[in-house]
């Protein structure tokens, strides 16, 4: 699947672009997690674990870290859950609980020097503040985790947005309908989301090359 993505995002190549950014590497999430049709569940769990990591320096995928997994308290999905995020239960039977996956990608990222002692090496990407604000501290306190301090700041990709077209977008496909970019994949899958972050970035930094990526949001204490 890495080699398929990798090649996609060859797509859009943004050329001649010289501003340097302060973070090395971009690391794009998106998780899918449980969920039912008209109402919000007491104890959502995640379910689809991607980031798609980005090298500043030519806009292209350095890395892909991709997992489902397996929840604890509702583990068998909704019939709506399958049918936003197309994820199958067959899909998830086999796979990991959250804490296992969650060491899994902390040492995908040490592995590949993403969570360094440099705090200007990478940075989380997200498409508003769900995912790190949300859903990570409550699957960390499902699961009696402690949230790293690395997790605890990121990129809201919807500001950065803003700040570069003077447009707050409501969604990723908000975003792709303003910058004319078809929606690749499934939506609300997590790694097809994830890329399709992705192909707004580049775009991005075509259009506007002294664009900065710079943290936007903090965890509160």
Known sequence: MAMRILAKSKLLRPENINVIQKLKNLLIIDFEATCEKNFAISTPEIIEFPCVAVNTKNWQIDNVFHHYVKPQINPILSPFCTDLTGIMQETIDNEEHFPVVFEKFQNWLEINGYSNDDSNSSGFVTSGDWDLKVMLPYQ??????????????????????????????????????????????????????????????????????????????????
């Not at 790293?148 to 990121?154: A, E, I, L, S, Y």
């Not at 990129?155 to 690749?184: G, V």
């Not at 664009?211 to 903090?218: A, E, K, L, N, Y």
């Open 140 to 221: 960390c306190k499902l699961d009696d985790l402690i949230v790293p301090d690395n997790f605890k700041q990121w990129i809201d990709l919807k500001k950065i947005f803003f700040n570069a077209n003077q447009y707050y977008p409501r969604s990723i496909k908000d975003m792709l309908r303003k910058l004319n970019l078809s929606h690749e994949g499934r939506l609300h899958s997590g790694l097809s989301d994830s890329m399709n972050m992705l192909k707004i970035i580049q775009t991005l930094v075509t259009n506007k090359p002294t664009i900065q990526f710079d943290i936007t949001s903090h965890l509160c204490k």
